[in-house]
């Protein structure tokens, strides 16, 4: 398990939910947790989710996804150069191409579509494009990089 393959972005629950999370957790209970999985079937899961297919061209699409992030102008982003400081390394496009094919396992499907990609593209490449104080200056995130890159490279 890479636990830095992803970085989530989770705001703030909504006043009803952080009232019933201090109603849950002041009365000092013990909290019942019951089994949804066994180890084995856990097992059984990532040894699914790392057979599920994958399209060559859905490969290539992962790995134009983040090269894009390293050399922006051959991609036709020419006006991101000045903004990233260092693109996604070749690690980001393992970790896109798993995360990938686990998001298409949890919504039932034994293939990977563009749509997988696009859905979890920014949680696996936020923290690994790093900007530079002109974008900083700018207000450019390393979000809205990534969100221009995948409206910029063309999907299968």
């Known amino acids: 398990v890479d636990r830095f393959m992803l970085k989530l972005r989770v705001g703030y629950p909504s006043r009803d939910e952080e009232r019933e999370i201090m109603r849950r957790m002041a009365g000092g209970h013990a909290i019942d947790v019951q089994h949804v999985a066994t180890p084995e079937a856990i097992l059984e899961a990532r040894g699914r989710i790392a057979d599920l297919y994958m399209d060559d061209r859905i490969v290539d699409y992962i790995v134009d996804i983040v090269h894009a992030t390293r050399e922006p102008a051959a991609a036709g982003l020419k006006d991101l150069v000045p903004l990233i400081e260092f693109g996604a390394s070749p690690r980001a496009t393992i970790a896109l191409a798993q995360a990938s094919r686990a998001h298409a396992f949890l919504r039932g499907r034994a293939f990977v579509t563009p749509d ?40 299968p």
């Not at 696996?124 to 700018?138: D, G």
């Open 116 to 155: 997988d990609i696009k859905a979890i593209a920014p949680d696996v490449l936020r923290h690994r494009v790093l900007t530079t104080y002109e974008a900083e200056a700018e207000e450019v995130t390393s979000d809205e990089i990534v969100r221009r890159v995948l409206a910029t490279v063309e999907s």
